[in-house]
């Protein structure tokens, strides 16, 4: 049975279906509004949200005097208890036992996720035993704000008087759970977590706030704006509707969706933590500037990522949004091989094979005795070669001398004439027999090319204007071809890690001009390369044309606590010449905290992975496939996945590769670096011990290159960090020895022993796994 709301004559709204022999009541309890905020139509089922708190003491007797505490910080005179009229409604639907349960008081000391108290809790106050009589009822969480306040922050107003009725986290939990409208729940958690409601009007409220005023008897106008329509990926809906692809079409949040859909004045740049679905935004990013696109057959669209493995799930995703179609009219393809491609399309090149980054450390190893210079490491030449010398175009001696090093430390001019000289011999090398290049040196040549051929367009197009308009086929006989920019729009995922060069490069494949780069990235996840000024490489994105995601889908609010922990204290650019942080970052999701387990070595620590793992595949169900180990180097990696293979555990498992996590039935198991970009239902961060993250090696450079300790320092948080929010509902960090200096000191304690696990002496994880 279906409710629909007719909107216009002839014309419906699909509100809710529900089946069964209850289904006409339960249509009927749901109350309809207009949310004064964001404009959308909202439902909510009264009866059984309160349901959720039907357990609580009645409001009068919360209301009694002598409350003090939060109730003086009230923001104005409280009216929702006059309102409370509603929340009595009790149903045989009673199914959230557990917050009823937990009314009794007892909350679990530290970590959730057990359901499955039987119904009959339901209506526990009658029998319980009655509380101590001198204590008081606790207060109402939102005691504090008052109905217009909460209202003008989009919480749906028939939600109160239940709201009311929340004294506890659980609770709140339980009343979260519930299919409210999103923008209530954004609001409520950013509150709990005790962000004041400038700030939750700020980071919520106005990028939910409709355009234009909200009338809240206009349905016609409320239906047909976008945050009154969600798609589904429920594969009975889907399945009744005949209707595959639209599967992946997710509804999108106003700010994503501004985003995903304004006509922008030149640049646009998106960050945002991870999960915070930038990745989505661009996708439809994308399909929004084709279907501007008049028809044709060119692809003068650009989707570009960090490396082929991304590019490959984002062309996946791409096709799934708007199909074959769509990608007909959009180049996917990673930076570096579109560097490549540029480069090999130019008639005189000569492209040696790219070495890969060992080789290229191995030949300034080699370079720097043949010249007989030593006290430079082979990474810091190589750092200093890409993100100084390539990064600043710096083609001479004397332009090296003016370089720029921010956050480099000194260099003193005999330094620098000796570095340059080693620069001079590794080019001298490559250049060889045999030819060889690095993808640095790639995407160098590729900028500059593409900076001439940009340069040609300009001035045909200058000629053209002078002499009124003439063909000028004539004038680029040589080619043969009538010159034009590359592409009308390029999009850019994972902008953080992209090099100057590759800016360079992408800058000139695009005219100047309306939407001409989105860019989407996070510097706290750049794990490869060094900050660029994305200003100073002629991408400006000011005022409205840089915009911020700070609501993660990913991951839940449990994982997210301890991964900001990850990277809290260091500071991070917004890929420009302003900071940027993670305020206001949070998460719509709740689950399991995340479960620490310490080893006395790496053999323990193996075998207990082993048994969480097969725990979770055999006794919750989850697929190996959907789970993850994250080792710091690749040898970890082999041993783990022998330990794994072996009795009595016989787990299959897949290495995360350079193409990406792969097919199969496997655990899947990598390096930090190989989990940018992925997810995983469940994720297993192992080794995280003092020596391995960070690596010891970075000791060295404590006191010889205080500036080069810090970089390395901050960028082991990243991959950390990065690693950490690949999970979507459980984390699992284990140590062998002592447990890495990022890890928190409550974390350290709260650790369980995998000696004992792997003992048998105490079980993987109660239930807290499920
Ligand atoms: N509006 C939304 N509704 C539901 N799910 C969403 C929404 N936006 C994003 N997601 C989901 O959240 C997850 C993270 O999204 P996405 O990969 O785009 O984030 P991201 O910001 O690019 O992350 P990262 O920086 O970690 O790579 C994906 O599973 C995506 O489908």
Not at 51 to 72: Q, W
Not at 496 to 510: G, I, N
Request: charge should be neutral; include cysteine; charged fraction near 25%.
């Amino acid at each position: 049975m279906a409710l629909l709301l007719e909107t216009e004559q002839h014309r419906f709204t699909l509100l809710a279906v529900r089946e069964g022999t209850r289904a006409h009541d339960d249509l009927t309890r749901l109350t309809v509004t207009i949310n004064e905020v964001s404009g959308g139509i909202e439902l909510v089922d009264q009866a059984q949200v309160s349901a959720t708190v039907v357990a609580l003491p009645e409001r009068s007797t919360v209301s009694g005097a002598g409350h003090t505490g939060r109730r003086a910080d009230r923001e104005r005179g409280g009216t929702a208890g006059a309102q409370d009229t509603t929340a009595a409604v009790n149903g045989p639907e009673a199914d959230h036992a557990q917050a009823a349960q937990d009314d009794a008081g007892h909350a679990e000391p530290s970590r959730t996720g057990s359901t499955g108290t039987s119904s009959s809790d339901v209506g526990a106050p009658e029998n319980r035993t009655e509380p101590a009589p001198a204590q008081s009822p606790p207060l109402p969480l939102f005691d504090q704000y008052d109905a217009v306040t909460l209202t003008r922050l989009g919480v749906i107003p028939s939600l109160l008087p239940s709201l009311r009725r929340v004294t506890d986290e659980r609770r709140l939990e339980a009343l979260l759970g519930h299919n409210l409208p999103q923008l209530t729940r954004e609001v409520l958690r950013a509150l709990h977590a005790g962000m004041d409601t400038a700030d939750v009007r700020r980071h919520i409220t106005e990028q939910w706030r409709a355009e234009g005023s909200v009338d809240p008897g206009d349905w016609a106008r409320a239906a047909r704006r976008p945050v009154s329509q969600v798609s589904t990926e429920d594969t009975a809906v889907l399945g009744a509707l005949g209707d595959s692809f639209e599967a992946w079409r997710l509804f999108l949040h106003p700010e994503q969706r501004r985003l995903a859909t304004t006509a922008f004045k030149g640049s646009a740049k998106v960050t945002g933590g991870p999960g915070t679905g930038k990745t989505v935004v661009a996708l439809h990013r994308v399909r929004h500037l084709v279907d501007r696109l008049p028809p044709g057959r060119t692809r003068p669209v650009l989707l570009t990522t960090f490396n082929t493995n991304l590019a490959a799930d984002l062309k996946h995703r791409l096709q799934l949004l708007g199909g074959e179609e769509l990608l007909s009219r959009v180049h996917v393809v990673s930076i570096d091989r579109l560097a490549r491609a540029v480069v090999a399309e130019h008639p005189t090149s000569d492209l040696g094979s790219p070495l890969d980054d060992k080789a290229a450390l191995d030949l300034w190893h080699t370079v720097c005795m043949e010249e007989g210079i030593d006290g430079y490491d082979a990474e810091f030449l190589d750092s200093e070669f890409r993100h100084v010398i390539l990064a600043q175009g710096c083609g001479t001696q004397d332009q090296y001398f003016r370089a720029e090093r921010p956050g480099r430390g000194r260099l003193q001019r005999p330094e620098r004439r000796q570095i340059w000289s080693l620069v001079q011999a590794y080019r001298h090398r490559l250049a060889g027999p045999p030819r060889r290049t690095t993808h640095a040196l790639v995407a160098d040549e590729a900028a500059r090319l593409e900076q001439h051929h940009m340069a040609r367009v300009a001035e045909q197009q200058r000629y053209k204007a002078e002499q009124g308009g003439r063909d000028l086929l004539h004038r680029e006989a040589g080619s043969g071809m009538r010159l034009k920019p590359r592409y009308q729009h390029v999009v850019v995922d994972e902008a953080q890690d992209l090099s100057a060069s590759h800016w360079r490069m992408l800058r000139a494949m695009v005219p100047e001009g309306p939407d001409d780069i989105f860019l989407v990235g996070d510097a706290h996840q750049r794990i490869y390369s060094h900050q660029v000024v994305l200003g100073r490489l002629g991408i400006r994105t000011p005022g409205r044309a840089s915009r911020r995601l700070s609501l993660n889908y990913r991951t839940t609010h449990q994982i997210l606590g301890s991964a900001r922990g990850l990277v809290d204290g260091e500071s991070f650019d917004d890929l420009d010449e302003g900071p940027d942080t993670l305020d206001g970052y949070r998460s719509v999701l709740t689950g399991l905290a995340p479960q620490f387990w310490r080893a006395p070595d790496w053999a323990t620590e193996k075998r207990a992975l082993a048994t969480l793992i097969q725990e979770r595949h055999d006794r919750y169900g989850t697929p190996y496939s959907a789970m993850a180990v994250c080792v710091p180097d690749g040898a970890s990696a082999t041993q783990l996945a022998a330990t794994l293979g072996s009795d009595p555990f016989r787990i299959p498992a897949v290495e995360i590769g350079n193409d990406g996590p792969g097919k199969g039935e496997g655990v899947r198991i990598g390096t930090m670096y190989r989990f940018k970009g992925l997810e995983f239902q469940r994720v297993f961060l192992a080794s995280v011990s003092e020596g391995q993250v960070p690596h010891q090696r970075i000791e060295g450079f404590r006191d010889t290159d205080p500036q080069r300790y810090q970089r390395e320092h901050r960028r082991a948080r990243s991959l950390l960090f990065v690693a950490a929010t690949r999970a979507r509902d459980e984390l699992v960090v284990s140590w062998n020895g002592r447990a890495s200096r990022f890890l928190p000191e409550s974390a350290v304690r709260a650790a369980y022993s995998a000696s004992a696990l792997v003992s048998g002496e105490r079980p993987p994880s109660d239930s807290h796994a499920a």
